[in-house]
């Protein structure tokens, strides 16, 4: 895999302020991104009326490193090469995760949501804990910049949301699937600790804690324990295994197990294994 490129002169705008941007409309503009491309050839191909949001797109993409722009006429694709057989989705996450600071607000959000054992929370509760947390960037925090932040992570797969529950901090069961499966791949191992700290530091948190035996958090376990109920994802100890995970209690497991060594099956090919664009976009062109 080729190493992480950082754009150059990137926006001004913070991130969290790009209250319009969609991921299905990051994801189609970066689909179109093969080579070289001006500026007004993008917005000719996806502004309808008004071209603002496209531009919006435009810089949130050079904000996160996926282009660079020499000058304000043509951008340039960038870390095309970086997890190039991921979705999307997971890409546009490993992004988030690489900001360095104060860029790195938007993956923070869910570190914070995640130093709880719930497995959802609503926007009035996560508020003052990122208020508390996050303190240190050049802006206040309210509920309008946390409502970006659902959306766009409920999009990309890393959390739901519903009416009654608020925002449910498990992600997709493809985003793990996906996640899990080129850590296998790339790095020729099963070890279960090894592919979740690779998921940690490359794309989202995943652990409530990691001082002693390693503790899986609940909202992240109860996706890899249903996938296991689907006899999709297999989860076994080895006596002679180094590394050792702690998967707490769920509606499929009534205690807490260890667990050193994961096995996939084949992914099933029915909606709950897609992203949730995918989902949506089946929805409108049935």
């Given at each position: 895999?080729a190493?992480y490129?950082y ?5 001004d ?15 189609a503009?970066h689909?179109?991104l093969v080579?070289?491309?001006?500026v007004?050839n ?8 008004k ?5 919006d ?31 999307f ?6 992004h988030?995760?690489?900001?360095q ?13 995640l ?11 996560l508020?003052?804990?990122v ?7 050049g802006f ?13 992570t409920t ?6 949301q519903?009416e ?5 901090l ?7 699937y996906?996640l ?6 790339q ?12 998921i ?37 100890g080895m ?9 707490p209690e769920?509606?499929?497991?009534q205690?807490s ?10 992914m099933?090919?029915?909606p709950?294994y897609?992203?949730?664009l ?9």
């Amino acid at each position: 895999m080729a190493d992480y490129q950082y754009a150059s002169n990137k926006p001004d705008r913070t991130l969290i302020n790009y209250n319009t941007v969609r991921a299905a409309e990051l994801k189609a503009i970066h689909g179109s991104l093969v080579s070289d491309r001006p500026v007004q050839n993008i917005i000719s191909d996806f502004a309808h009326e008004k071209d603002e949001n496209v531009r919006d797109c435009i810089d949130f993409l050079h904000a996160l490193d996926f282009l660079d722009r020499n000058d304000d006429r043509v951008v340039s694709p960038l870390n095309r090469d970086v997890f190039p057989d991921l979705s999307f989705e997971a890409r546009l996450l490993h992004h988030l995760r690489q900001q360095q600071p104060p860029y790195d607000h938007l993956t923070r959000i869910q570190n914070v949501a995640l130093e709880t054992t719930e497995h959802s929370l609503t926007l009035d509760t996560l508020l003052p804990q990122v208020k508390g947390d996050l303190d240190e960037y050049g802006f206040k925090w309210n509920e309008t910049k946390l409502r970006m932040w659902r959306a766009l992570t409920t999009q990309l797969g890393l959390v739901s949301q519903t009416e009654s529950r608020g925002v449910i901090l498990s992600p997709c069961r493809r985003l793990l699937y996906d996640l899990l499966d080129l850590h296998q791949q790339q790095e020729d191992t099963n070890d279960l600790f090894n592919a979740l700290e690779w998921i940690e530091t490359n794309f989202f948190d995943v652990f409530e804690t990691t001082t002693g035996s390693p503790r899986v958090h609940p909202a992240i376990s109860d996706v890899l324990q249903n996938m296991e109920s689907k006899d999709v994802l297999e989860f076994r100890g080895m006596s002679d295994a180094k590394n050792e995970v702690t998967l707490p209690e769920s509606v499929h497991h009534q205690t807490s197990r260890s667990a050193n060594v994961y096995d996939l099956e084949s992914m099933p090919n029915t909606p709950a294994y897609q992203y949730p664009l995918t989902q949506y976009n089946q929805v409108i062109t049935q």
